[in-house]
């Protein structure tokens, strides 16, 4: 892995699930920290933990649904902290219901916080990368953008369009020196599944920890420069849920 002295990583969806695990993981590495969620009381209870491994953790409440609003807000908060090396685009909401049964409403906003949202953390970033001639972006996914589910069409379509939009970035911005990755993990134990959003019965113990999937984030951001995983499915020991 690579030298982290003086690296920052902005994570949002960073008060909980895997963004929190994420922020610790990094911080544990001498990664300093822009911590992006709804809730500063939430984020500055991850930050006061990352704190005492000795990384800088700054935290902005920020609410990604409002996503014409995003990039601005992005934007402010990469100039606040100097730079921006690693992007960890982690918030995200889960619905569950047939296609047929989704109101159009709903469909918008599963699309505009799994997927616009991101497209508005990445614009807001990506000058920055290019002035320096390298950075790392990593969206998390999931298995369901690879292989749908019955009943999760909304959350399928917006983790697919996550995945094409990740390909299309990198592809349009390695030669800049700029990293895209995506984290596709199967089901794992976060607040998700407890949303109003969300009808299940599976097994929440036999689910992935965010701590095993912010492993993987750390190890993508981490790796030497010429190095890049441009896609990792993350899969608990059962199988898919």
Same mark, same amino acid.
Request: proline share 4%; with cysteine; aromatic share 4%.
């Given at each position: ?29 001498? !990664?300093?920290?822009a ?5 500063? &009381? ?5 930050? *006061? =933990?990352?704190?005492?491994?000795? !990384? ?15 990039? %601005? ?16 685009? *982690? =918030? ?13 409403? &709903?469909?918008?906003?599963? +699309? ?12 807001? !970033? ?8 390298s ?10 953008g ?11 379509? *917006?983790?697919?369009?996550? +995945? ?7 592809? %349009? %911005?390695? &030669? ?19 949303s %109003? ?19 993987? +984030? ?5 790796l030497?420069? #010429? ?8 899969? #608990? $020991?059962? $199988?898919?849920?």
């Open positions: 892995m690579t030298l982290t002295t003086g690296k920052r990583a902005l994570i949002t969806g960073a008060s909980s699930g895997i963004g929190k695990a994420t922020a610790l993981a990094f911080a544990k590495m001498g !990664v300093d920290l911590l992006v969620g709804r809730s500063i &009381d939430r984020l500055e209870a991850v930050a *006061s =933990a990352a704190r005492q491994t000795g !990384v800088e953790a700054k935290t902005y409440a920020v609410d990604l649904a409002q996503i014409h609003a995003v990039p %601005e807000k992005i934007a402010a908060i990469a100039a606040d902290c100097g730079t921006i090396d690693i992007l960890v685009n *982690s =918030a995200g909401m889960g619905y569950t219901g047939a296609l047929s049964a989704t109101p159009l409403s &709903d469909w918008q906003k599963v +699309i505009d916080l799994n997927l616009t949202s991101v497209f508005g953390c990445i614009l807001a !970033v990506l000058p920055i990368m290019r002035e320096h001639g950075g790392t972006i990593i969206n998390v996914a999931s298995i369901a690879q292989t749908p589910f019955p009943n999760w069409g909304a959350y399928s379509v *917006s983790k697919a369009g996550l +995945i094409a939009l990740a390909k299309t970035l990198a592809a %349009e %911005e390695s &030669d800049r020196g700029i990293r895209v990755t995506t984290i596709c993990p199967g089901a794992v134990n976060t607040e998700l599944w407890d %109003e959003t969300v009808q299940h019965n599976f097994d929440r113990n036999a689910m992935l920890t965010p701590e095993i999937v912010a492993q993987s +984030i750390v190890h993508a951001a981490l030497p420069a #010429p190095a890049a995983i441009s896609e990792l499915t993350l899969m #608990p $020991g059962g $199988g898919a849920l």
